[in-house]
């Protein structure tokens, strides 16, 4: 026995009672059988139906070997079924379906380009085309075509033909699959399209509302086409007009050219970056210059130590220590600690993390890094104090540079 689609016949009935046939346990969950059911399973690229049976939420609908399957989250107990399936779901994944029709006949009425495949996504819906090229004047003229359709509000029929009776029809697809009384069930959108499907459809094109192709890109040799339909192209076309409202009114642009006044922000920006970088180059060289001046020797290393309220540590230590000799301890406070990066010239050997260590131990310190670069914090104390202890250091030990 296999379950009886009504879905087939009514796409538009949402609530129904059906008497419960069997309740199966389904991994850690439950699945229920009926003779027949409105609920679509998840098949040919458009997804499952959501709802309720007996007011537990359906999480999945599954079709094997011609059974569907209702999975549940808690078991049922009851003999009857009351069902009610999500309206907003099945509408948006039949606006997508009837709209995908509409669209891969219109891809072949004005380019000739077949649909191989087709997805209705959470986020967008997708068609792959065989198409040798594709541009964005073709994408505006299988647009506009597919619209034009809709605003004809144009029937749209479920027959069902038999294997004798389908030769005399012009199908835009093989049909694969045999309903169950053995006909091949084919959605017409009137004088427009024929193709074989087993999907939920709409009544006529209007209910689609329209069809927008959000973006294309070429895919193994064939190209991609995102699309919505109706209420999801609505809340898109929502979403993005204020966006771009929004950012329009920061530039204190028209929405119709933000695009070039963008575009030539993003110029005067790099070139500004370019001519900013080329200054903090020169300027970073004049201040490590003047920190070098007042400098003390000790043991033939340059020490300094200094802290910086203005500027970028990093930026000044990476400059100082491109001398050699040179030791530099940069701090700058952040609450009740400082910040620092202790760093020494190349041709020390000197082990900055050992130091660090050593010197730092009593003063909370956290941080680590390279031998000659490390960056950490410690708690704030007397620049005076920090000067002691570096240069008892440096006196004591023994460099061999
Ligand atoms: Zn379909």
Same mark, same amino acid.
């Given at each position: 026995?296999?379950?009886q689609k009504l879905y087939y016949n009514d796409s538009y009935k949402l609530d129904f009672e059906e008497n419960i046939l069997k309740v199966e346990k389904w991994n850690d969950k439950f699945a229920v059988l009926f003779e027949k059911t409105y609920f679509y399973p998840t098949s040919g690229g458009q997804p499952c139906d959501k709802g309720f049976i007996n007011n537990i939420p359906v999480v999945d609908v599954i079709e094997k070997e011609g059974n569907i399957y209702?999975?549940?989250e808690k078991n049922l107990t009851e003999n009857k079924a009351i069902c009610k399936i999500d309206y907003n779901t099945r509408l948006e994944n039949s606006q997508h379906h009837t709209g995908q029709h509409l669209l891969s006949q219109a891809f072949i009425k004005v380019k000739n380009y077949p649909t191989i495949s087709m997805h209705i996504g959470k986020d967008y819906s997708t068609i792959e085309i065989v198409a040798s090229s594709l541009n964005i004047e073709d994408i505006n003229k299988v647009e506009d075509l597919a619209n $034009?359709? /809709?605003?004809?509000?144009?029937?749209? =029929? /479920?027959l069902y033909l038999s294997e004798d009776e389908i030769n005399n029809?012009?199908?835009?697809?093989k049909p694969k699959k045999k309903s169950s009384n %053995? !006909?091949?069930?084919?959605?017409e959108i009137e004088n427009f399209d024929l193709s074989p499907c087993g999907g939920t459809h709409l009544k006529s094109t209007s209910e689609i509302g329209i069809i927008k192709i959000i973006s294309f890109e070429k895919y193994k040799g064939n190209y991609?086409?995102?699309?919505?339909?109706?209420?999801?192209?609505?809340l898109d076309y929502r979403y993005? =007009?204020?966006a771009i409202k929004n950012i329009s009114n920061k530039f204190s642009a028209s929405e119709y050219n933000i695009e070039q006044i963008i575009n030539k922000f993003i110029d005067d920006f790099e070139k500004n970056k370019k001519e900013l970088n080329l200054i903090k180059k020169d300027f970073y060289n004049l201040l490590s210059k003047n920190i070098l001046n007042d400098c003390k020797i000790?043991? %033939?290393?340059?020490?300094?130590?200094?802290?910086?309220?203005?500027? !970028? /540590?990093? !930026?000044?230590? $990476?400059?100082l220590v491109k001398n050699q000799d040179i030791l530099s301890f940069l701090f700058l406070e952040n609450n009740e600690r400082y910040n620092f990066i202790f760093s020494c010239s190349d041709n020390l050997k000197i082990n900055l993390n050992e130091i660090a260590r050593k010197l730092f131990k009593d003063l909370s310190f956290k941080g680590g890094g390279k031998n000659n670069f490390i960056q950490g914090s410690i708690n704030k104390v007397e620049k005076s104090f920090l000067e002691k202890i570096i240069s008892d250091y440096l006196n004591k030990i023994n460099l061999s540079i």
């Open positions: 026995m296999t379950t209702h999975i549940l $034009q359709i /809709i605003y004809e509000n144009r029937k749209i =029929n /479920i029809y012009s199908l835009r697809k %053995n !006909d091949i069930r084919v959605i991609r086409v995102n699309f919505l339909c109706g209420k999801k192209a609505l993005k =007009n204020f000790i043991n %033939n290393v340059k020490v300094i130590i200094k802290e910086e309220k203005n500027y !970028d /540590i990093k !930026d000044i230590s $990476q400059n």
